[in-house]
C-alpha cells in the first residue's frame, strides 16, 4: 500500500465459522455488509460472518509490516494470516 492512499479491502467469508479478523498498525471503518447494517464506526476488528462479504476501508497512514489475521488462535495458526506492506 502507498503511504496516505486510501484502500477499501473486499473481505470474503466462505467458511461456515464466524472470525473476528484483526489488522495492526492501522484502522478500518465497515462500509457495506451483504449480511446485515454495518455501524461506520472506525475499529481495528470485525467479526466477519458465515457467508458474510464486507467492505473495509482504510487509509494507509502507518508505514511498515502490519498483520492481518483471524483472532481466533487455530484459525490464525493454520493459515488465516497475512500482511500489508506501508511505504
Ligand atoms: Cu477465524
Redesign the pocket.
Known amino acids: 500500500m502507498k503511504l496516505g492512499r486510501t484502500y477499501l479491502l473486499n473481505v470474503e467469508n466462505v467458511t461456515p465459522?464466524?472470525?473476528?479478523i484483526h489488522l495492526h498498525g492501522m484502522n478500518f471503518k465497515a462500509i457495506s455488509s451483504n449480511k446485515r447494517e454495518v455501524q461506520p464506526l472506525v475499529s481495528d476488528t470485525y467479526l466477519v460472518l458465515p457467508d458474510e462479504k464486507v467492505q473495509l476501508a482504510l487509509v494507509a497512514d502507518n508505514p511498515g509490516d502490519w498483520v492481518f489475521h483471524?483472532?481466533?488462535i487455530e484459525?490464525?495458526k493454520t493459515g488465516?494470516t497475512g500482511y500489508f506492506r506501508v511505504t
Open positions: 465459522h464466524a472470525h473476528p483471524c483472532h481466533i484459525h490464525q488465516m
